[in-house]
């Protein structure tokens, strides 16, 4: 049962009168309270009806909400809480209610490195202790991509805390390139996930152009002063990234029109989970073979998307593209071929 803002609003405040037991409540009375602090609260001046208050007490009464609150009524008139200890707010979360928890913080624990969601699984457990009913454990109904072993998720929660509050940081960065870590001073500005791994999207201080940065890459990290943060003042990152499969961009780079050729049978594949959003269908062949259009950013994820389909897939155009897609199958076939060679 759905419930909206303002009718939470009115039960935390009947709520909190019927527990103020020195004081007799008519119907009258918990009209004006509702309404006092609907008006405070929200703003809205109009108050309630009586109908709506008598609505209230009948829900919060029955099961539907899972308060099941003694309310009660004295010579006829006055309202109040039979158990003078209840309270909505010590109401316990019904079967249903936790089932729908767990399958959220199933989901939610998907974000590794975020100590969050470790402190909401430990009180989803507390709390399920506190309601359990049965003896079986409950199986999990919902199981998602993840790679416990991947390095670098212990950054994801500072991180996270100096984009919000602003807080430019020394990070100790060694790139696969690189033979040695190198210190330098960042303004964090996005974190961004792709296939599980995590990078942040940041500016360092001595530069002028975003860079993108392996969280597993990270060997150290430290706060440095709020004072000397410079915000980011380019496009937003929803549009920034817009046009690129994961994360390798520059701000120069712009989507270039790219046609595909898709065999038959990896076509239904294609059509039911898109390359990336721009994905259009141009033609479909008589033996089930399609050709389609993506606007992307040329980068390695691109590549790695395409080479993954094997010899299903043929790049029509760019012809940047194309040479280089056909330069790297003809390494990947020469691997081979030498292969051969040395077995003979």
């Known amino acids: 049962m759905a419930i ?5 609003i009115r039960y935390k405040i009947i709520d909190n009168c019927l527990r103020q037991r020195h004081r007799k409540w008519t119907l009258d009375d918990l009209i004006e309270k509702v309404s006092d602090g609907i008006y405070e609260l929200e703003g809205i001046h109009s108050g309630v009806s009586k109908r709506t208050v008598q609505g209230d007490i009948q829900l919060m009464r029955s099961n539907k909400l899972g308060y099941n ?29 936790m089932a729908k928890m767990k399958d959220a913080v199933d989901i939610l624990k998907h974000l590794n490195g975020f100590s969050y969601f470790d402190e909401m ?24 991509e993840s790679n416990k072993l991947l390095k670098g998720l212990k950054w994801i929660t500072p991180i996270h805390k100096a984009i919000r509050e602003k807080i430019p940081l020394l990070i100790t960065y060694k790139s696969f390139k690189s033979a040695n870590e190198q210190d330098a001073v960042y303004y964090p500005y996005l974190l961004k996930e792709y296939r599980n791994r995590w990078f942040v999207i940041c500016r360092p201080r001595k530069g002028k152009t975003l860079i993108t940065l392996a969280l597993d890459r990270i060997e150290d990290m430290a706060e440095m002063t709020k004072a000397d943060y410079i915000e980011y003042e380019g496009v937003d990152f929803e549009r920034y990234y817009a046009d ?10 712009r989507g270039h029109r790219v046609i595909l050729r898709i065999d038959s049978y990896n076509a239904p594949y294609v059509l039911t989970k898109p390359i990336h959003n721009s994905q259009q269908l141009l033609t479909k062949e008589e033996n089930g073979g399609i050709t389609i259009r ?6 390695f994820e691109l590549e790695r998307e395409i080479l993954g389909f094997g010899e299903c897939i043929q790049v029509l155009s760019p012809k ?14 020469q691997q081979y071929q030498d292969e051969k060679e040395n077995n003979k």
Do not use: H, W
């Not at 009660?72 to 109401?91: F, G, H, M, P, W």
């Not at 009913?133 to 109904?141: A, R, T, V």
């Not at 690129?244 to 780079?253: A, M």
């Open 4 to 8: 909206n803002k303002l009718a939470l």
């Open 69 to 97: 609150a003694p309310i009660v009524v004295l010579k006829r008139k006055y309202y109040t809480y039979e158990d003078a200890q209840y309270s909505i707010s010590n109401s316990p979360l019904s079967d249903n209610d």
């Open 121 to 144: 699984s430990d009180m989803i457990v507390r709390l399920e202790n506190n309601l359990s009913k049965k003896n079986e454990k409950n199986p999990s109904y919902v199981q998602l």
């Open 244 to 253: 690129t499969i994961g994360v390798t961009k520059t701000e120069k780079d």
């Open 294 to 299: 993506l606007d992307v950013v040329l980068n």
């Open 320 to 333: 940047i593209l194309r040479d280089k897609i056909k330069r790297r199958t003809s390494r990947m076939f």
